[in-house]
């Protein structure tokens, strides 16, 4: 498939956010057990949950504020052990719908790999990262790399829902970032 029709399959009439994600690109499809949409769930819940008007919070907002900074901390500690422990992810340039996903990958890391899964990280706050199904669509070589355009391959209901979720989470936080830069 050429890249503009990969491009239309893959954004077209759909919302996407352009970001740098920490990510790697595997030769294996994920376990079935990835444990993704749980993941993916639980960043929702934990997101929700502190997005919440501190009116609504009542009383307790200034001690649950310390809490979460606290549990902050001990995530990163957390992310800091297990990046030593696995291989490491890149941050990349990604443009990621609920259909797939377009990677920059840079020349300097190396040939594109036969992929047939990607890792990610789909939350800065937390080091676990998540695995998802992918197949290439379209390839296109420039000058610094390959660009890689990914559709994920059938999922459960339930993860392409949490997946689609998740989405619509990061554009929705991209258009309030944009509007407070304005």
């Known amino acids: 498939?050429?890249?503009?029709?990969?491009?239309?399959?893959?954004?077209?009439?759909?919302?996407?956010?352009?970001?740098?994600?920490?990510?790697?690109?595997?030769?294996?499809?994920?376990?079935?057990?990835?444990?993704?949409?749980?993941?993916?769930?639980?960043?929702?819940?934990?997101?929700?949950?502190?997005?919440?008007?501190?009116?609504?919070?009542?009383?307790?907002?200034?001690?649950?504020?310390?809490?979460?900074?606290?549990?902050?901390?001990?995530?990163?500690?957390?992310?800091?052990?297990?990046?030593?422990?696995?291989?490491?992810l890149l941050a990349l340039p990604v443009r990621w719908s609920a259909r797939g996903l377009r990677v920059d990958w840079p020349a300097s890391a190396g040939p594109l790999p036969a992929v047939c899964g990607i890792t990610l990280q789909a939350a800065d706050w937390l080091p676990d990262p998540i695995q998802l199904p992918v197949q290439v669509l379209a390839t296109e070589a420039s000058a610094d790399g390959s660009r890689v355009w990914l559709v994920f391959t059938p999922m459960s209901d339930a993860l392409q829902a949490a997946l689609e979720r998740h989405v619509f989470r990061l554009h929705r936080r991209q258009i309030a970032s944009n509007r407070r830069q304005r």
Do not use: W
Not at 34 to 52: Q, T
């Open 1 to 88: 498939m050429d890249p503009a029709a990969a491009d239309q399959a893959l954004f077209a009439d759909t919302l996407y956010n352009d970001l740098v994600l920490p990510l790697r690109l595997d030769t294996q499809p994920p376990a079935l057990s990835s444990g993704s949409e749980m993941r993916l769930r639980a960043i929702a819940l934990v997101e929700d949950s502190r997005n919440e008007d501190s009116e609504e919070r009542g009383e307790h907002a200034a001690a649950l504020q310390r809490m979460e900074a606290k549990l902050d901390l001990v995530l990163a500690l957390c992310a800091g052990v297990l990046a030593q422990q696995r291989s490491p």
